[in-house]
């Protein structure tokens, strides 16, 4: 059981017999008591939901394992990845990982949750480094404008970056918002 108090983002809790990874805590006071909102995906369907909880309530941990795996390639409407402890080959479907795609490239190492040695999602690491395809030259004189351009990384994200980013470029990118967060040099 874990209490509210200590619940945090990532967490993975079982209601009802359903698996769900928190994605947002919010503590709210209202005028009788406090109440805790919680943002929750299904880790079997990809739903989104919110749900209240009042505060002092103890919430029953989910049961889930998590593997690194390896991102191999893409399969008709699969990415397979390799489990990195088995070597075994594990196959997600694509629309429940869809938007965590957008921050993996071949041979990239991620969190894979599973329960009972069916794989139920993947976690990213905070930031991940993608290389720059795409760069518009920026102009020196277009300064006044918060000084960013648009750039096309790898995996074809598309994001607001520094004027001094050129195509090749190598960066470090927040998978929490898809935002810019600095240059790497080899």
């Given at each position: 059981?874990?209490?509210?108090?200590?619940?945090?983002?990532?967490?993975?809790?079982?209601?009802?017999?359903?698996?769900?990874?928190?994605?947002?805590?919010?503590?709210?006071?209202?005028?009788?008591?406090?109440?805790?909102?919680?943002?929750?995906?299904?880790?079997?369907?990809?739903?989104?939901?919110?749900?209240?909880?009042?505060a002092g309530e103890k919430l029953q941990?989910?049961?889930?394992?998590?593997?690194?795996?390896?991102?191999?390639?893409?399969?008709?409407?699969?990415?397979?990845?390799?489990?990195?402890?088995?070597?075994?080959?594990?196959?997600?479907?694509?629309?429940?990982?869809?938007?965590?795609?957008?921050?993996?490239?071949?041979?990239?190492?991620?969190?894979?949750?599973?329960?009972?040695?069916?794989?139920?999602?993947?976690?990213?690491p905070p930031a991940v480094i993608l290389?720059?395809?795409?760069?518009?030259?920026?102009?020196?004189?277009?300064?006044?404008?918060?000084?960013?351009?648009?750039?096309?990384?790898?995996?074809?994200?598309?994001?607001?970056?520094?004027?001094?980013?050129?195509?090749?470029?190598?960066?470090?990118?927040?998978?929490?918002n898809g935002e810019y967060l600095e240059?790497?040099?080899?």
């Amino acid at each position: 059981m874990i209490n509210l108090g200590d619940l945090k983002k990532g967490n993975s809790i079982e209601i009802e017999g359903r698996l769900l990874q928190v994605l947002q805590v919010q503590h709210v006071k209202t005028k009788k008591s406090a109440v805790y909102k919680v943002k929750v995906k299904d880790l079997r369907n990809g739903s989104i939901t919110e749900k209240s909880f009042n505060a002092g309530e103890k919430l029953q941990e989910a049961n889930v394992e998590r593997r690194t795996l390896q991102y191999l390639y893409k399969e008709s409407d699969q990415h397979i990845f390799m489990n990195n402890d088995s070597y075994e080959q594990v196959a997600i479907n694509s629309e429940m990982i869809e938007a965590e795609m957008q921050f993996i490239t071949e041979g990239s190492g991620v969190q894979g949750m599973m329960a009972d040695n069916e794989v139920l999602g993947i976690e990213l690491p905070p930031a991940v480094i993608l290389e720059v395809k795409e760069a518009d030259p920026g102009l020196k004189g277009d300064t006044s404008s918060g000084a960013t351009k648009p750039a096309t990384l790898e995996t074809g994200l598309s994001i607001n970056v520094p004027l001094f980013i050129n195509s090749g470029d190598k960066l470090k990118i927040s998978t929490d918002n898809g935002e810019y967060l600095e240059r790497v040099s080899e």
